[in-house]
């Protein structure tokens, strides 16, 4: 009886591990930072050619193309529904325990600072506080960064900040696009946000007297001047954060943006805790440590996640075009969530301008990320993203 011949075992495939003299070596000024993560997952799906019919197969790479072309707004995306998360918890916290909001921006950061460079240290990212050519972007994040944490107090005035940011962005970097279909989305947005927001609601009607006379006081208008124009700062801000981060791009790791900012915040926030009209008071009750902690996790996750979906490049063959706006894009559905936590939290009911609102703001999202963008026509005198000028 013939023994059937068995043919030997195909080698397996393994991810190629780098030298140490490879993995020590500096991180170039021009040079671009990849994370070692990021290809276990950017891959094209292996699908059996026996099991998978044709259909399936077009599917499955139109779904696995979406995901690359759009991965950096998903993460913009992931990053608001933290950061709404922390708004909540930072109002719980303000309310109910009567910190100073100096104190609450400074336990945040900390957490964020802290768990930044831990991550660092273990991943042995290199070039921790970036490269020379880096470092000036870097500087300027952090202090974009401070200013934009402050520009929360119109909602309208600051969801201004994604749309300036495209726009300087399509001026400041090379072969960045801005192009005419998502302008038109992020108006619509913007015409969401004021439905939901309604800022002229309120603080138009003037107040009444005991004769019920309209009397405005010109303490209210002058509180609404003031928070008027701390609003655009922190548009302005926050603009200015969103356009470093897309500049810096792949020249530096996402979490040595994060430390930047969060070291500089931790730095201004700790001189204004100093000065004496600004209470000071340590946590008393096991909730108001955990809250803090809650508080600090999600401030992390929502500038990691921020800073790498700003900053995401697509792979080879994927089409870069209007990808840095596309991504910015996303910080509108900030809104969405934080509707969705008034409804869930305190309990408020959505009138029916929410609800239109709501769902402009998310078709925009939703065509922004199928929309397929004509490519951009290259230019003689544009250099690659890694050859900018730093200043």
Sequence with gaps: MSSRPTSPPAPSRSL?????????????????????????????????????????????????????????????????????????VAQILENKSGMDPFQILFARMSITALASYLYMLYAKVPAPLGTRPVIPLLLGRAVFGFFGVYGMFLLVIT?????????????????????WRQQVAAVVSLVGVVLIARPFGSSSSPSSDGDGHGNPSSADSYHHILATIVAFVGAFGAAGAFTT???????AHALVSVTYFSLGTCVISLVAMLLPWVPFRLPSTVLEWTLL???????????????????????????????????????????????LYDKAIWGATLSP???????????????????????????????????????
């Design 353 to 391: 301008l929410s609800w239109i609102g709501s769902a402009l703001i998310l078709g925009c999202a939703i065509y922004v990320a199928m929309a397929q963008e004509e490519p951009a026509k290259p230019k003689a005198e544009e250099m690659d993203h890694a050859g900018f000028k730093d200043c």
């Design 159 to 179: 969801f201004l900040s994604p749309i300036m940011a495209c726009y300087a962005c399509s001026f400041l970097i090379p072969g960045d696009t801005f192009s």
């Design 293 to 339: 902690l809650i508080l600090g996790i999600c401030g992390f996750l929502l500038q990691y996640l921020l800073t790498a979906g700003l900053s995401y490049a697509p792979p080879p063959g994927i089409s870069k075009n209007g990808q840095g706006s596309r991504a910015t894009q996303g910080i509108y559905s900030q809104l969405l969530f934080a509707l």
């Design 245 to 251: 981060i897309r500049m810096i791009g792949t020249r």
């Design 16 to 88: 190629p591990s780098p030298s140490e003299e490879e993995a020590d070596a500096p991180l170039s000024a021009s040079s671009h930072y990849h994370d070692p993560a990021q290809s276990l997952v950017e891959y094209d799906p292996l699908i059996d050619e026996g099991e998978a019919s044709e259909a399936d197969r077009t599917w499955q790479t139109k779904l696995w193309t979406l995901w690359l072309v759009n991965k950096g707004m998903f993460y913009v995306i992931a990053s608001q529904a933290f950061g709404a998360s922390m708004n909540v």
